[in-house]
């Protein structure tokens, strides 16, 4: 698993969450022999760093034999432009409220994806 964007609390405890549950935070080195699975994408997608590090993602993912997910956390109600992505990607997006604690909402979002209702 990668992040790219903004670090917030929400996605501090997301990492928290996950790394108690024994998954690994490889980073976005493309070229590293491993390479994530999962892309976790917060902030301004459109900005030029995460831009480029989606794009990096989705190109390695487009050569893997290995599906990946992008996982895009983004306020309720926010309209962006997703990237073209291949087949082999599932986007999912994690919708951050306002107002809600965010331990409680880690866990809306862990159940979720569990469930596979975080589908985009």
């Not at 902030?43 to 590090?53: F, I, K, N």
């Not at 290995?66 to 926010?78: D, K, M, Q, V």
């Amino acid at each position: 698993m990668a992040f790219v964007g903004e670090t917030s609390e929400a996605v501090a405890k997301l990492r928290d969450a996950l790394s108690g549950a024994g998954v690994l935070e490889v980073g976005i080195a493309i070229g590293a022999a491993e390479r994530p699975e999962i892309l976790v994408v917060s902030g301004d997608p459109e900005a030029a760093a995460t831009r480029d590090a989606v794009m990096r993602f989705i190109d390695a993912a487009a050569a893997s034999r290995f599906p990946s997910e992008i996982w895009w956390l983004r306020c309720a109600g926010e309209r962006r432009r997703l990237p073209e992505v291949t087949r082999r990607i599932q986007l999912r997006r994690l919708d951050v409220r306002p107002g809600v604690d965010d331990e409680a909402l880690v866990r809306r979002w862990i159940t979720g994806l569990r469930r596979g209702q975080c589908v985009i």
